[in-house]
């Protein structure tokens, strides 16, 4: 089927004001990852769900940024009070969630948030 | 602390000829790694893994080595080809499921 989608794909907003990035993982995955990229970096890892619950949320940068996921699909990651340090882009990953670290990840197009 | 390096920005090689990515590690506890293709505007995009319990896992046209002692792992391509001109993540995972990555290697392969 389709593969992960992730909207909007461009999100230009003022600094201190909310955002909310959404993902759509392949159906039938039951893991949903969020890493964000920013300008001549790897990729960050974020926050991990399986299922609707998070068991791993290390990567959370500051309190400012959260994410939920519903029905075990969809997720969405929001960022309050958006600093120019926020920029980045945000890419969304899912996986059948069979076993841990041998599970292959596959990437949606990611979300290029720019903070002004 | 950068727990996965690829220690070379950029790499130019030419159509034909091999293309080698190198990957290092610092966390003894990473035993699943990963490479990983992107173009501009996409996201990742999987090519290829190793399980810490090989040394070699071969598809196609690439070869993933991994030397757990000198924790490195590289990535061969051959013969390169110019679509496989892009940016070359490598990444690792232990017993965690998150995936920890390099910050990529610019491959451009010329005619």
């Known amino acids: ?116 | 602390d950068q727990q996965v390096k690829q220690n070379s920005p950029s790499l130019s090689v030419q159509e034909g000829r091999i293309s080698i990515l190198n990957c290092d590690y610092t966390n003894s506890m990473f035993d699943y790694f990963l490479w990983y293709k992107k173009y501009p505007a996409e996201g990742p995009t999987f090519l290829i893994s190793i399980s810490s319990i090989k040394d070699k896992n071969e598809d196609g046209r690439f070869t993933v080595f991994l030397n757990k002692s000198a924790k490195h792992l590289s990535l061969h391509i051959v013969p390169s080809q110019p679509g496989d001109s892009a940016v070359y993540f490598c990444a690792a995972s232990g017993t965690a499921s998150k995936l920890t990555f390099g910050t990529g290697t610019r491959l451009q392969v010329t005619l």
């Open chain 1, 1 to 116: 089927g389709a593969g992960v989608s992730q909207s909007p794909s461009n999100k230009v907003t003022e600094k201190g004001k909310d955002v909310e990035l959404r993902c759509d993982p392949i159906s039938g995955h039951t893991a949903l990852y969020w890493y964000r990229q920013s300008l001549g970096q790897g990729l960050e890892f974020l926050i991990y769900f399986q299922g609707n619950s998070a068991p791993d949320k290390s990567g959370l940068p500051s309190d400012r940024f959260s994410a939920e996921r519903t029905g075990g699909s969809v997720s969405t990651l929001t960022i309050q009070r958006t600093q120019q340090e926020d920029s980045a882009v945000y890419l969304c990953a899912s996986s059948p969630g069979r076993g841990v670290g041998t599970d292959t990840q596959y990437f949606g197009p990611g979300t290029r948030l720019t903070v002004l």
